[in-house]
């Protein structure tokens, strides 16, 4: 499956974004979905999933209550709705593909990764 992740861009701090993935070329609802980044000089970080269905979903403590991951099936896309950013969540953010049906927070796990988008919040 091919992901295209869009949406990024320079904000300033308590302001919301909204991060795109365009998947292609498999069955969009065989795999969950995960939204990860990575800051300069940093590890890459969980930051939501969503299973294929749409109904279960899981955060990274950092961001719970902030953001919010969804999908949907029939436009092959998996929204993340960043809210009250912060500086810290300065990163190049990156979707990504699990090829099975339930969210997990192990990168290890995901199997297709998009080409990321930068988001950048300034205080």
């Known amino acids: 499956v091919q992901l295209q992740a869009s949406g990024g861009g320079v904000v300033q701090a308590g302001a919301s974004l909204r991060l795109s993935c365009a998947a292609s070329?498999?069955?969009?609802?065989?795999?969950?979905m995960g939204w990860f980044r990575q800051a300069p000089g940093k590890e890459r970080e969980f930051v939501a999933a969503?299973?294929?269905?749409?109904?279960?979903?899981t955060y990274g403590g950092s961001v719970k209550g902030r953001f919010t991951i969804s999908r949907d099936n029939a436009k092959n896309t998996v929204i993340l709705q960043m809210n009250s950013l912060k500086p810290e969540d300065t990163a190049v953010y990156y979707c990504?593909?699990?090829?099975?049906?339930?969210?997990?927070?192990?990168?290890?796990?995901?199997?297709?990764w998009g080409q990321g988008t930068q988001v950048t919040v300034s205080s």
């Open positions: 070329g498999r069955t969009f609802s065989d795999y969950a």
């Open positions: 990504a593909a699990d090829d099975v049906s339930w969210p997990t927070r192990d990168i290890r796990e995901y199997d297709y």
């Open positions: 969503i299973g294929w269905s749409g109904e279960s979903t």
